[in-house]
């Protein structure tokens, strides 16, 4: 069995997130994002490479999204309504409270300011999320009998979620956009340990390593409250879902903790709409967030008020949220074309803009004048602060989630080409994993575990399930003196424990494999067992009698009386035990090691003892018996014996 | 007024004589569906009447044979039976019912309610208590033994601080044995402190998020509400109250000493002094909450799973996978609800083996029908029963003919309460659900608006503000309506929109500072406790009783005469209502042909009022209180998943003329997720290729051992067993070439003995080569 992935955008580059994968004969599409980068056929993944005939319910079992950035979701009317995609599709509750916001808000932007030709519209996108299947996190959905998927908290945005797959014994983890430290407002990424074949992860920040964002939030505090207080105005053009909250926790807080009075504005009705949102969606924050909602919901915030268009010119310091981030256009652009011209003020900038916009602009050089158009040129003299804190896992947080899931095989998407290859290089050397970083449109095949099901007895599974204990431990009675001190002081209990099943295979034509035990095997095949044992009668020295002081033995010539059985045997079982080790035990009759068994030979004439050369003075005879299993430890322990004199202590 | 007497004896389905006169003979409210009815408190014959079929449910039927058997025989029983035991069947939507089952093993208990409606046995504080410091006597009961034919008397109430009545029989299983408590509801978690805080106690307790939530508010409540005791009784008194001695027991009414001693007289020793606090939080430490439908792994052994029951928001049924069954432990469940995520019973489908635990039916049907085990009920489902057809059934499952009823049920409630605030009366609801509270809210709400009333709504409760901020935040677990909700930004639930317009005003407690400021009345008030004994309502209950034109609402299932004892006498308005608690009998065969399961595990209670045809394939087993029942398995084999690349190091032998090959299979095992694994180890890989077969059969020819051990430069001679009777039908091969040796062939044995170890395995070699061995 193989999983094949296709991807169809976000390789080796950040936009439009599309992967398709196909694990037994499944075939799920991780996100459908647009690139907010190309304004032609590439902001789209290439739907064609799915089917040729573009008959998508077919091809595709279901969609997974992950989260509500539009490099994720902005495709998905598209895919839906014009290219008439209406199978299944999931995501997180969150997710599909939001996405329409982000939606509309993007397509607003597109016809009304841009005046382009809408790809899709306002009902597209209504009747598009109608079909959405909301999911909670840790819910396992089963989206037909073989097919099932699991989301996973994943930081980054509100409701963002990676999500699990599983199709029989083929398993994987596409992450989405992850982040695994908290910030403000949300909780960090949180998964199981689950069997893997394959992960697909983002790798935006493939070879940054992040310290504390602690000190990056107080220096973004810091240059809002020194310009406040300067009596400055602060622009913060932002997306309204997302880092707008954040953001917002963080101000509302300082605000209340430093007795601030300045005034924060939203921009948009949006914003004002979207922290509604988050105050019914509460539980999907951080746990700190999450129990402000009895006493205070803290997407309530105390501080922050509408934005009325105549306050752009009031006097007096403020902090205004505005849309859309980057500046890219609408009213962050207006704002900022006023606020710009005074060194008073300052703008605030995502880490990360996109190549076109005025945000981009401002965060790669440090120009005076920006032309807007042929005719229009703004002069920036305000202060410019950039976002150092971003909602993405750094390289670290990458290496320890694929170290945490440890799955056969690693995808990376959602990043640069060349971190990218750095990243893969990490991942093979330091956790000996394969790696792949395809770009668009490619194909990786990977193989997927496969286990072979076979009914099993349950004698086989009770066998299993005991600990394979090995006990280890001398029995000594205290009739008789022979056991010196020394031996005591070694018998103490030993404990092994192999738990190594072995069982018995057995297939037949057209039916079930089924494993049995050893044991029950012959009564499956109906024969009878031939039981194949070793013996050998071997003797060993008692050497001159005279040494062996203290010892009352009755000696005819090479032969022990029955009373003196087990004195003989004891000490054997003395000298054994300290060469031996622990394995061995007295039964009083008898030695045994697993199937070795050693007892004293009384007999004048025993078959198993094989005269070949002249007999050696005094020797008592022990006879041996074990099964194949033992063989080589048997012969072990006959070379100890054969070269041991008993009399010596 | 000249109707009291009259009116309290109106049917079931009578309308209240309020004077709003539209009401009479308009559509809704007439029907016989609606099970809601108005009366007065004063022991009417109907009140008896109302009580009889309650306890007759739990105690006419000849079939139940009660047998209080120490668990602790049933152990012996081999592991391929599921064990199961009903602690308790329960009593009404507050008192789920309460069962331990033995899967793969392992204890699990199935909730751990409390019985509070038990709490009526006991006086509420009297009013005047804070005014009055002066304490009554707490055995002012002097009429001893008198014979109680006669109603009851308020004076007969226990003056006491109140115990609380747990699951008797749960105190017979050593609590250190449980492994798994699993809690299907907030009600059936009321009693969870009393063992969590065993000393001892280490089962894993898995409850929803919302029931958890939910369940620790009302827990957090419970010990306030009964503070207010203590702080009037004093310090609790050690040992037993005075009022367990046998000789007050005996003087007690024979209704409370039933309630006292249960119906087998063994039930004292399930009363306890209510937990504290601490314990309340001790409890919740331990809890592990989960989302619907998320699936945990106990031991590796157990998929644990909670699934959405529609009977409350949060409240779920439970599925447990393990190696030799799956099963689905089916709780009180609503198909439709218009508040909670619907009951999702296809998650239950494909299980071996259903736990229906659904009790709630008699209740209603014998309040519906006034009379024991009705039987058009069960000709309802025998006509059914003929129809095979599956979709027709879901049909019926999911038809909303039910929550339309419950609908108009509220309708019918609201304009009940809209008629006594406009005749100047105020109006008290102490209904403990939820749901219905949050329903009840939005309807008041529109109603007030639409008569343009002015009326304030009044909820006075220590966790009301934060229960209610919850159920805004908690879009996953309601309704497809409620979640629309989310999807188009408005709140859920529209008691925000209230509380922000001041129509809603919530209370912490009777004496809130600010609560006196903008008391108004007549108003309406919601509070609990619906036991009448505990909680705000008392205060509320005593200043509105003595009015004609106050109503109440209550809760049918509850007790009303002894609820309403302390109060007497009354003037206000009762009104009791029935509200859908599960699923209804005509729908119990229908779910089950859906479900398909092997084994259903039914109680003998509700054996007759569901009959089956013979198409059904599932078995059944009726099950008692406290009667253990061995439930036998399907599987006789377990599977075992072995990783392809062991597979691929086996040697595989093929048996001579059998299409059958073994081999040995050697591996690393594990059970995880329910599932028994065999990896490949660490050493395996090239000790398994070389290894000599251990396991021999078949018979040895002499003569080929011979010719074999010739090739090998191996010679021998045979001789016939001699003397040794050991070996008599031995033969015996003397090898004297290289070496001497002997080989000694039996039947089923063969002993090869050489002092010299090469040679020793050369004869193996070729011993092994004439056997069939692995
Ligand atoms: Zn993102
Ligand atoms: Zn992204």
């Known amino acids: ?649 | 007024m000249a109707g009291a007497g009259a009116y309290g004896r109106k049917s079931a389905h009578s309308q209240p004589n309020c004077s709003k006169s539209g009401l009479g003979p308009g559509p809704g409210p007439d029907q016989p569906i609606i099970t809601c009815r108005l009366l007065r408190s004063l022991f009417t014959p109907l009140i008896q009447t109302l009580r009889g079929p309650i306890l007759s449910s739990s105690s006419t039927s000849p079939l139940i044979q009660r047998r209080v058997e120490r668990p602790r025989s049933t152990r012996s029983l081999p592991s391929v039976y599921m064990k199961f035991t009903c602690l308790s069947k329960g009593g009404n939507f507050y008192f789920p019912p309460c069962h331990i089952i033995t899967v793969s093993g392992f204890r699990i208990l199935l909730d751990c309610p409390l019985d509070l409606s038990s709490l009526m046995i006991f006086s509420p504080i009297p009013t005047h208590a804070f005014s009055n410091p002066e304490l009554p006597s707490p055995d002012s009961v002097d009429q001893k033994r008198q014979k109680h034919e006669r109603p009851i008397d308020s004076s007969e109430l226990i003056r006491a601080q109140p115990w609380f009545k747990t699951v008797t029989s749960l105190h017979l299983w050593n609590v250190p044995f449980i492994d798994v408590v699993l809690i299907s509801s907030p009600m059936g978690m009321l009693g969870l402190p009393f063992l969590s805080r065993v000393n001892g106690f280490r089962a894993k307790i898995y409850v929803t998020e919302v029931t958890a939530r939910i369940g620790q508010l009302l827990m957090e409540d419970l010990v306030l509400m009964n503070k207010e005791f203590r702080q009037f009784y004093g310090c609790e008194e050690s040992g037993l109250p005075q009022w367990m001695n046998w000789e007050k027991l005996e003087s007690l009414p024979s209704l409370f000493r039933e309630i006292v001693l249960g119906e087998d007289g063994v039930e004292l020793g399930g009363w306890m002094p209510l937990y504290s606090a601490d314990d309340v939080k001790g409890c919740m430490q331990k809890v592990h909450t989960l989302k619907y439908a998320q699936e945990v792994c106990y031991n590796g052994t157990l998929i644990i799973k909670a699934v959405s029951s529609g009977l409350e928001i949060g409240t779920c049924n439970w599925t447990i996978n393990g190696p030799k069954r799956n099963i689905a432990c089916l709780s009180s469940s609503i198909f439709n609800s218009s508040h909670a995520m619907n009951f999702d019973y296809h998650a239950l489908r494909g299980n071996d083996l259903i736990i229906y635990s659904d009790l709630s039916s008699p209740v209603l049907e014998d309040v519906k029908d006034n009379s024991c085990y009705s039987a058009p009920t069960s000709q309802k489902s025998s006509t059914l029963s003929a129809d095979n057809d599956q979709e027709a059934s879901a049909e019926l499952l999911l038809s909303t003919s039910e929550s339309l009823e419950e609908m108009e049920k509220l309708n019918f409630i609201c304009s009940c309460i809209i008629d006594s605030v406009k005749a100047g009366g105020s109006v008290l609801i102490p209904i403990g659900r939820l749901g219905i509270i949050l329903q009840l809210l939005e309807l008041i709400s529109l109603s007030l608006e639409a008569s343009s009333l002015k009326v304030p709504i009044f909820i006075i409760s220590s966790v009301a503000e934060e229960l209610l901020a919850f159920t805004n935040i908690i879009p996953e677990w309601l309704c497809k309506q409620r979640q629309e909700k989310l999807f188009s930004g408005e709140p859920f639930f529209a008691h925000t929109q209230l509380i922000k317009e001041k129509k809603l005003h919530v209370f912490p407690a009777v004496h809130s500072p600010n609560l006196l400021k903008i008391w108004q009345e007549p108003c309406i008030a919601f509070s609990p406790h619906w036991s009448l004994r505990l909680g705000p309502v008392v205060h509320l209950l005593r200043r509105w009783s003595g009015d004609e034109n106050s109503l109440l609402i209550m809760e049918e299932g509850v007790d009303a005469d002894l609820a309403l004892l302390p109060f007497k006498p009354m003037a206000m308005k009762v009104l009791q209502c029935s509200f859908l608690s599960g699923i209804k009998l005509q729908k119990v065969q229908p779910l089950l042909k859906i479900l398909q399961p092997k084994f259903v595990l039914f109680p003998e209670d509700l054996r007759q009022l569901v009959s089956y045809s013979d198409t059904n394939s599932h078995a059944f087993f009726y099950y008692c209180e406290n009667e253990t029942l061995p439930v036998p398995s399907l599987k006789n084999s377990s599977e075992l998943e072995i990783a392809a690349d062991l597979v691929s190091l086996i040697h595989c032998r093929r048996l001579t003329a059998e299409s059958i090959g073994i081999g040995r299979l050697k591996g690393d095992f594990s059970v995880t997720h329910g599932k028994h694994q065999l990896h490949s180890g660490s050493e395996q890989a090239d000790s398994s290729q070389s290894r000599p077969p251990l396991l021999h059969w078949g018979s040895l020819d002499l003569e080929r051992l011979l010719a074999v051990l010739e090739k090998m430069g191996i010679r021998g001679s045979v001789e016939q067993g001699n003397s040794d009777t050991d070996s008599e039908n031995a033969r015996v091969v003397h090898v004297y070439e290289p070496n001497k040796a002997l080989i000694e062939v039996r039947e089923n044995s063969t002993i090869i003995s050489a002092s010299n170890e090469s040679l020793s395995s050369l004869i193996f070699e070729a011993v092994d080569g004439i056997l069939s061995g692995l």
């Open chain 1, 1 to 649: 069995m193989a999983i094949e992935c296709l991807v169809l955008g976000a390789g080796q580059e950040v936009g439009k997130s599309c992967a398709v994968v196909t694990i037994n004969g499944k075939r799920i599409m991780f996100d459908c994002g647009m690139h907010m980068g190309y304004l032609d056929h590439r902001r789209f993944p290439d739907f064609s490479l799915i089917s040729k005939s573009a008959d998508f319910n077919t091809a595709i079992d279901c969609i997974v999204i992950t989260h509500f950035h539009l490099d994720h979701v902005g495709a998905l009317p598209y895919f839906t309504e014009v290219c008439g995609y209406s199978g299944p599709i999931y995501m997180t509750y969150p997710t599909k409270a939001l996405s329409p916001l982000m939606l509309e808000d993007y397509r607003k932007v597109m016809v009304d300011r841009r005046g382009e030709q809408e790809l899709f519209s306002n009902d597209d996108i209504m009747k598009c999320m109608k079909k959405v299947i909301a999911v909670d996190l840790k819910q396992t959905v089963q989206v037909d009998k073989d097919l099932q998927i699991r989301a996973y908290y994943a930081g980054h945005v509100l409701g963002a979620a990676m999500f699990y797959a599983k199709v029989g014994d083929a398993a994987m983890v596409y992450t989405g956009d992850y982040n695994m430290t908290p910030d403000r407002h949300l909780g960090a990424a949180q998964i199981d340990r689950l069997q893997l074949d394959l992960l697909i992860t983002e790798s935006t920040y493939a070879t940054t390593v992040r310290d504390s964002k602690y000190a990056r939030e107080r220096e973004f505090l810091k240059a809002v409250h020194k310009c406040v207080a300067d009596g400055g105005k602060v622009l913060i053009p932002t997306f309204a879902l997302g880092r707008a909250q954040e953001l917002c926790i963080l101000l509302d807080n300082y605000w209340e903790r430093m007795n601030l009075k300045v005034p924060i504005y939203f921009s948009a009705g949006l914003t004002i709409q979207a922290n509604m949102y988050y105050k019914m969606l509460i539980s999907w924050t951080n746990q700190r967030v999450k129990e402000t909602y009895a006493t205070h919901n803290a997407f309530d915030f105390k501080n922050v008020r509408s934005f009325d268009r105549s306050l752009i010119n009031a006097p007096g310091p403020c902090v205004l949220f505005a849309t859309p981030g980057m500046i890219s256009g609408g009213f962050s652009l207006e704002v900022f074309k006023l606020w710009a011209p005074s060194e008073m003020n300052l703008v605030t900038l995502p880490g990360y803009c996109l190549a076109g916009t005025i945000g981009h602009k401002l965060t790669t050089g440090k120009p005076t004048k920006i032309d807007l158009d042929k005719d229009i040129q703004i002069s920036v003299r305000c202060q410019i602060h950039q976002l150092s804190f971003s909602p993405h896992t750094d390289a670290k947080g990458i290496m320890d989630l694929v170290k945490f899931l440890s799955p056969k095989h690693v995808i990376l998407v959602h990043g640069e080409k060349p971190k990218m290859a750095s990243l893969k290089g990490k991942i093979e050397s330091d956790l000996g994993i394969q790696c792949y970083y395809p770009a668009n449109n490619d194909t990786v095949c990977i193989p997927s575990t496969c286990w072979l099901k076979a009914d099993t007895s349950k004698t086989f599974i009770r066998s299993s399930l005991n600990p394979n204990f090995k006990f280890v431990k001398t029995i000594s009675e205290d009739k008789s003196n022979l056991v010196s001190k020394e031996t005591e002081a070694t018998s103490v209990l030993q404990v092994h424990d192999e738990r190594v099943a072995e069982g018995i295979l057995i297939v037949e034509k057209s039916k079930k494999a089924k494993v049995v035990h050893q044991n029950e095997l012959l009564l499956m095949i109906g024969k009878d067992k031939h039981d194949v044992q070793f013996a050998y009668c071997c003797p060993v020295q008692i050497g001159n009698l005279e040494r062996t002081k203290g010892m009352d033995f009755a000696l005819s010539k090479n032969v022990v009386s029955t009373s003196d059985e087990c004195s003989w045997l004891h000490l054997l079982f003395a000298k054994l035990a300290t060469k031996l080790g622990g394995n061995i035990q007295d039964f009083g009759q008898h030695l045994q090691v697993d199937s070795i068994h050693i007892s004293v030979c009384l007999k004048d004439i025993c078959p198993y003892r094989t005269t070949d050369g002249p007999q050696k003075e005094p020797a008592v005879f022990f006879c041996c018996t074990w099964s194949v299993a033992d063989v080589n430890l048997a012969w072990e322990i006959i070379s100890i014996m054969e070269n041991l004199d008993l009399s010596i202590i």
